[in-house]
């Protein structure tokens, strides 16, 4: 009884109160998902990763056997996924300038070929071991992007793999043109390679051996 | 006013450069190179050793090719692989010392108390570190540190590249960096407490455990490289100068 008249205050307060809650329960909302708020790069990276990892997991591509045909999968996912002529220009570092445009039109096919036949046939043998993957968050800056993931394996490992990104050519999607594993970039470990081996022998030798390779 | 005129024009020749590094780069420019340029100092590969290092690493590679290989295959053969798995988290249990004593030297109280809350609980619930309960229940993560990261951490510069016999791609801090680490490791010790050949035998099945668990591994960096030398060196420097850079990141 005594409570009683205290209701409509309590109500009233309520109703005032509401307006404020909603707002802190809306900022609270807002720098919650913030973090995990992700960008475009992000979600185009997650959703070819998940669509792979996917299209792997059917039951009738499991075992040694049906290796071949992982691998080819794989490799069509990966087309449109990369910027393989900013990847290859940027492998071949300074010595692209020095080349014919037909020798870097060369260079591409070749070079793209072996990184799809490489990659295609890692990813086909050891995506039974992944966990999961966890994204860390990505910056853009000018049409570039960073997409920081860790790749846990099935012991509990994390392998943390930054995606370099930009838009491409028509602005539609994001392509990658530099992979890091555990903070060692793909780019500089080419160009390096590919710095030395024209220092110690010759631009026509370094295409010889990728020659040898791309089937 | 001078140095605001200096700080202008450095600003200036930097760009310069940042610019010309771009054109030599095949006019690719990768603003987050840049960005990571600053963020970590610049990968100077000094190998002044590099004939010696390159019969080392013919060395190692035929050795793994001829022996450890072989040897690793047969043993994964035989022993399944949650045994490995197991054996591997075992060993590298033991090594608490190691991760403690650099936690601490890098100032992470942190990471040495959770190194500590991690040996005791997986040494005791964990079945003296064959299962890993501490992440598993308790999501304590392990906190790795080495002493080549503690001096990296210090400012003291890795400098050239070295490749050790049998150990693979090390530089001249990373070999002071092995020294400290091994002489925190208590199976050094086995030699005083029991015999020379035990010691011998535990670290030869360490390696040989490690090496089944990671057979494919060396295999995949040889055909997905045209010098794989060149590839692991670069790897080497790229991956401590991060690892270094991480040691950084905890302590802010």
């Given at each position: 009884?005594?409570?009683?008249?205290?209701?409509?205050?309590?109500?009233?307060?309520?109703?005032?109160?509401?307006?404020?809650?909603?707002?802190?329960?809306?900022?609270?909302?807002?720098?919650?998902?913030?973090?995990?708020?992700?960008?475009?790069?992000?979600?185009?990276?997650?959703?070819?990763?998940?669509?792979?990892?996917?299209?792997?997991?059917?039951?009738?591509?499991?075992g040694?056997d049906?290796?071949?045909?992982?691998?080819r999968?794989?490799?069509?996912?990966?087309?449109?996924?990369?910027?393989?002529?900013?990847?290859?220009?940027?492998?071949?570092?300074?010595?692209?300038?020095?080349?014919?445009?037909?020798?870097?039109?060369?260079?591409?096919?070749?070079?793209s070929?072996?990184?799809?036949?490489?990659?295609?046939?890692?990813i086909?043998?050891?995506?039974?071991?992944?966990?999961?993957?966890?994204?860390?968050?990505?910056?853009?800056?000018?049409?570039?992007a960073?997409?920081?993931?860790?790749?846990?394996?099935?012991?509990?490992?994390e392998?943390?793999?930054?995606?370099?990104?930009e838009?491409?050519?028509?602005?539609?999607t994001?392509?990658?043109?530099d992979?890091?594993?555990?903070?060692?970039?793909l780019?500089?470990?080419y160009?390096?390679?590919?710095?030395?081996i024209?220092?110690?022998?010759s631009?026509e030798?370094l295409l010889?051996?990728?020659?040898?390779?791309?089937? | 006013?001078?140095?605001?005129?200096?700080a202008v024009?450095?600003?200036?020749?930097?760009?310069?450069?940042?610019?010309?590094?771009?054109?030599?780069?095949g006019?690719?420019?990768?603003?987050?190179a840049?960005?990571s340029?600053?963020?970590?100092?610049?990968?100077?590969?000094?190998?002044?050793?590099?004939?010696?290092?390159?019969?080392?690493?013919?060395?190692?590679?035929?050795?793994?090719?001829?022996?450890?290989?072989?040897?690793?295959?047969?043993?994964?053969?035989?022993?399944?692989?949650?045994?490995?798995?197991?054996?591997?988290?075992?060993?590298?249990?033991?090594?608490?010392?190691v991760?403690?004593?650099n936690?601490?030297?890098?100032?992470k109280?942190?990471?040495?108390?959770?190194?500590?809350g991690r040996f005791?609980?997986?040494?005791?619930?964990?079945?003296?570190g064959?299962?890993?309960?501490a992440?598993?229940?308790?999501?304590?993560?392990?906190?790795?540190?080495?002493?080549?990261?503690?001096?990296?951490?210090?400012?003291?510069?890795?400098?050239?590249?070295?490749?050790?016999?049998?150990?693979?791609?090390?530089?001249?801090?990373?070999?002071?960096?092995?020294?400290?680490?091994?002489?925190?490791?208590?199976?050094?010790?086995?030699?005083?407490?029991?015999?020379?050949?035990?010691?011998?035998?535990?670290s030869g099945?360490?390696?040989?455990?490690?090496?089944?668990?990671?057979?494919?591994?060396?295999?995949?960096l040889?055909?997905?490289?045209?010098?794989?030398?060149?590839?692991?060196?670069?790897?080497?420097?790229?991956h401590?100068?991060?690892?270094?850079?991480?040691?950084?990141?905890?302590?802010?």
């Amino acid at each position: 009884m005594e409570m009683y008249p205290n209701l409509p205050i309590l109500s009233m307060r309520l109703f005032t109160m509401k307006p404020v809650v909603l707002l802190f329960a809306g900022f609270f909302a807002l720098t919650v998902a913030l973090p995990a708020m992700a960008g475009v790069p992000t979600d185009e990276m997650k959703s070819t990763t998940d669509h792979i990892l996917t299209l792997l997991s059917n039951p009738a591509l499991q075992g040694v056997d049906k290796k071949p045909e992982r691998v080819r999968m794989v490799k069509t996912e990966m087309e449109g996924r990369f910027a393989w002529n900013d990847c290859a220009r940027a492998c071949l570092g300074k010595h692209w300038s020095k080349r014919t445009p037909e020798e870097q039109k060369e260079f591409i096919v070749l070079f793209s070929g072996f990184l799809k036949d490489t990659y295609a046939d890692k990813i086909a043998t050891f995506y039974d071991n992944v966990a999961k993957i966890d994204y860390k968050g990505e910056k853009t800056m000018e049409g570039f992007a960073s997409v920081k993931s860790v790749i846990v394996s099935k012991e509990n490992v994390e392998h943390p793999v930054e995606y370099r990104l930009e838009k491409s050519t028509g602005g539609t999607t994001w392509q990658v043109y530099d992979v890091l594993i555990e903070g060692v970039s793909l780019i500089k470990n080419y160009r390096d390679q590919f710095d030395g081996i024209i220092a110690r022998s010759s631009y026509e030798g370094l295409l010889k051996d990728l020659k040898s390779r791309t089937k | 006013m001078k140095r605001k005129l200096l700080a202008v024009s450095l600003v200036f020749l930097s760009g310069v450069a940042g610019a010309f590094a771009a054109q030599v780069d095949g006019d690719f420019h990768d603003p987050f190179a840049a960005d990571s340029a600053e963020g970590k100092p610049t990968i100077k590969v000094s190998d002044p050793l590099e004939k010696l290092n390159r019969a080392t690493y013919k060395f190692n590679d035929k050795f793994y090719e001829w022996l450890l290989k072989p040897a690793a295959k047969g043993y994964r053969f035989v022993v399944p692989t949650p045994v490995r798995e197991s054996l591997d988290r075992c060993f590298s249990n033991i090594k608490y010392p190691v991760r403690l004593v650099n936690n601490l030297l890098q100032g992470k109280v942190t990471g040495a108390a959770i190194e500590s809350g991690r040996f005791i609980c997986n040494s005791t619930i964990g079945l003296g570190g064959f299962f890993d309960p501490a992440a598993c229940k308790f999501k304590l993560k392990a906190q790795p540190a080495d002493f080549d990261q503690t001096l990296g951490f210090y400012g003291i510069p890795a400098g050239f590249y070295l490749t050790l016999p049998l150990l693979g791609p090390s530089s001249a801090r990373g070999a002071f960096g092995f020294a400290g680490d091994g002489a925190l490791n208590p199976t050094l010790y086995l030699n005083i407490a029991v015999v020379q050949y035990v010691q011998y035998g535990v670290s030869g099945g360490e390696v040989l455990n490690k090496t089944s668990l990671r057979l494919e591994e060396y295999d995949t960096l040889k055909n997905g490289t045209f010098d794989p030398y060149i590839a692991m060196r670069s790897a080497y420097f790229e991956h401590r100068v991060e690892m270094v850079k991480a040691a950084h990141d905890v302590v802010k």
